[in-house]
């Protein structure tokens, strides 16, 4: 796969309310999109509406040439004092045209623009902590 992950910590987002229109149980990160996607749209980069999969959330996303499909979803740390508390992944998926996939042009790679631009806005917020690309 042609992708990242970024891996972060958060009680910001709901991970205890399972809402009526989730496709299974586990489709957290709704909320977590759709503030992403206001956060991206003020860097000047277009991102559409976010859309349910059946392991979370997907926001499709595009910076210059590139385009991106940022999946989203995340688990409770099963807190008693919390139970929006956990950990989140946003799994960075490059696009690439059929010729690139057959030339093995256009692969992500850790020093991504779209993946340094993720980082920056997850450091920024309070009540984000320990957001990384996963090693």
């Known amino acids: ?23 299974n149980p586990c489709c957290f990160g709704e909320d977590l999109a759709a503030w992403l996607r206001a956060k991206l749209i003020a860097e000047g980069i277009e991102a559409r509406e976010p859309y349910q999969e059946d392991w979370g959330w997907e926001l499709p996303v595009q910076q210059g040439a590139d385009g991106y499909f940022l999946c989203m979803s995340g688990n409770s ?13 946003i799994i960075i998926q490059k696009r690439q045209s059929l010729w690139q996939r057959a030339k093995g042009e256009g692969k992500i790679a850790s ?10 806005i997850l450091a920024a917020e309070p009540r984000i902590s320990d957001a990384h690309l996963e090693s």
Request: aromatic share 8%.
């Open 77 to 89: 740390d099963e807190s008693r004092d919390n139970k929006d508390l956990g950990e989140w992944r």
């Open 1 to 23: 796969m042609n992708a990242l992950s970024i891996l972060f910590k958060t009680s910001r987002f709901n991970l205890s309310e399972v809402k009526a229109h989730f496709i």
């Open 111 to 120: 020093d991504d623009s779209m993946a340094a631009l993720l980082i920056a």
